[in-house]
Nanobody, 125 residues
Protein backbone atom coordinates (compact mmCIF):
# COMPACT_ATOMS: atom_id res chain seq x y z
CA UNK A 1 0.00 0.00 0.00
CA UNK A 2 1.36 3.40 -1.01
CA UNK A 3 0.22 6.45 0.92
CA UNK A 4 0.21 10.14 0.05
CA UNK A 5 -0.59 12.66 2.77
CA UNK A 6 -1.65 16.24 2.09
CA UNK A 7 -3.56 19.16 3.56
CA UNK A 8 -1.22 20.57 6.16
CA UNK A 9 -0.61 24.26 6.62
CA UNK A 10 -0.57 27.21 8.97
CA UNK A 11 -3.68 28.03 10.97
CA UNK A 12 -4.52 30.15 13.98
CA UNK A 13 -5.51 28.57 17.26
CA UNK A 14 -9.16 27.64 17.21
CA UNK A 15 -9.13 27.08 13.47
CA UNK A 16 -9.58 23.95 11.41
CA UNK A 17 -7.67 21.91 8.85
CA UNK A 18 -8.48 18.74 6.94
CA UNK A 19 -5.72 16.30 6.14
CA UNK A 20 -6.06 13.70 3.39
CA UNK A 21 -4.32 10.36 3.01
CA UNK A 22 -4.63 8.78 -0.44
CA UNK A 23 -3.95 5.05 -0.53
CA UNK A 24 -3.05 3.12 -3.67
CA UNK A 25 -2.03 -0.43 -4.43
CA UNK A 26 -3.57 -3.70 -3.42
CA UNK A 27 -5.63 -3.63 -0.25
CA UNK A 28 -7.58 -6.38 1.42
CA UNK A 29 -10.91 -6.18 3.19
CA UNK A 30 -8.97 -5.85 6.45
CA UNK A 31 -7.20 -2.53 6.58
CA UNK A 32 -6.23 -0.04 9.26
CA UNK A 33 -5.21 3.49 8.34
CA UNK A 34 -3.95 5.74 11.11
CA UNK A 35 -2.60 9.21 11.63
CA UNK A 36 0.44 9.84 13.78
CA UNK A 37 2.22 13.09 14.54
CA UNK A 38 5.76 13.93 15.48
CA UNK A 39 7.59 16.94 16.86
CA UNK A 40 11.38 17.32 16.91
CA UNK A 41 13.08 15.08 19.43
CA UNK A 42 9.95 13.10 20.22
CA UNK A 43 8.58 9.76 19.09
CA UNK A 44 5.64 9.54 16.74
CA UNK A 45 2.40 9.89 18.65
CA UNK A 46 -0.84 8.14 17.77
CA UNK A 47 -3.63 10.51 16.77
CA UNK A 48 -6.47 8.49 15.24
CA UNK A 49 -7.21 5.34 13.28
CA UNK A 50 -9.97 3.79 11.20
CA UNK A 51 -10.35 0.04 10.65
CA UNK A 52 -12.12 -1.99 8.02
CA UNK A 53 -14.27 -3.98 7.79
CA UNK A 54 -16.73 -1.88 9.70
CA UNK A 55 -15.07 1.53 9.75
CA UNK A 56 -14.55 1.65 13.51
CA UNK A 57 -12.62 4.70 14.67
CA UNK A 58 -10.18 5.28 17.52
CA UNK A 59 -8.70 8.47 18.94
CA UNK A 60 -5.99 9.62 21.29
CA UNK A 61 -7.44 11.28 24.37
CA UNK A 62 -5.70 14.53 23.44
CA UNK A 63 -7.74 14.91 20.24
CA UNK A 64 -11.00 13.21 21.16
CA UNK A 65 -13.93 15.51 20.49
CA UNK A 66 -11.86 17.82 18.27
CA UNK A 67 -10.58 15.55 15.50
CA UNK A 68 -12.61 13.25 13.26
CA UNK A 69 -11.19 10.48 11.09
CA UNK A 70 -13.24 9.20 8.18
CA UNK A 71 -12.80 7.17 5.05
CA UNK A 72 -14.62 6.40 1.84
CA UNK A 73 -16.07 2.97 1.10
CA UNK A 74 -13.36 2.26 -1.45
CA UNK A 75 -10.82 2.66 1.37
CA UNK A 76 -8.63 4.70 -0.90
CA UNK A 77 -8.88 8.05 0.90
CA UNK A 78 -8.89 8.79 4.60
CA UNK A 79 -9.50 12.24 6.02
CA UNK A 80 -8.58 13.77 9.34
CA UNK A 81 -10.73 16.79 10.13
CA UNK A 82 -9.07 18.81 12.86
CA UNK A 83 -11.19 21.39 14.65
CA UNK A 84 -10.43 23.68 17.59
CA UNK A 85 -6.74 23.43 16.86
CA UNK A 86 -4.26 24.30 19.57
CA UNK A 87 -0.59 25.29 19.39
CA UNK A 88 0.28 21.92 20.92
CA UNK A 89 -1.18 20.24 17.83
CA UNK A 90 1.74 21.63 15.83
CA UNK A 91 3.63 18.68 14.36
CA UNK A 92 4.42 16.77 11.22
CA UNK A 93 1.47 14.48 10.59
CA UNK A 94 1.96 11.08 8.97
CA UNK A 95 -0.54 8.53 7.73
CA UNK A 96 0.19 4.84 8.10
CA UNK A 97 -1.49 1.66 6.95
CA UNK A 98 -1.39 -2.00 7.79
CA UNK A 99 -3.48 -4.96 6.70
CA UNK A 100 -2.74 -7.35 9.53
CA UNK A 101 -2.39 -5.22 12.63
CA UNK A 102 -4.42 -6.33 15.62
CA UNK A 103 -6.54 -3.86 17.54
CA UNK A 104 -4.34 -3.78 20.62
CA UNK A 105 -1.38 -2.76 18.44
CA UNK A 106 -2.85 0.19 16.52
CA UNK A 107 -1.51 2.73 19.03
CA UNK A 108 2.17 2.01 18.31
CA UNK A 109 3.88 3.36 15.19
CA UNK A 110 6.32 0.43 15.03
CA UNK A 111 3.46 -1.92 14.17
CA UNK A 112 2.65 -0.29 10.82
CA UNK A 113 4.32 -1.45 7.62
CA UNK A 114 3.38 1.37 5.27
CA UNK A 115 3.93 5.10 5.71
CA UNK A 116 3.25 8.22 3.73
CA UNK A 117 5.43 11.29 3.73
CA UNK A 118 4.60 13.80 6.43
CA UNK A 119 2.62 16.99 6.14
CA UNK A 120 3.38 19.94 8.40
CA UNK A 121 0.65 21.38 10.59
CA UNK A 122 1.47 24.62 12.38
CA UNK A 123 -0.97 26.23 14.80
CA UNK A 124 -0.15 29.77 15.85
CA UNK A 125 -1.29 31.22 19.16
Amino acid sequence: VQLQASGGGLVQAGGSLRLSCAASGRTSSRLTIAWFRQTPGKEREFVAAIRWPGGSTYYADSVKGRFTISGNNAKNTVFLLMNSLRPEDTAVYYCAADQSIILSSIWESRNYDNWGQGTQVTVSS
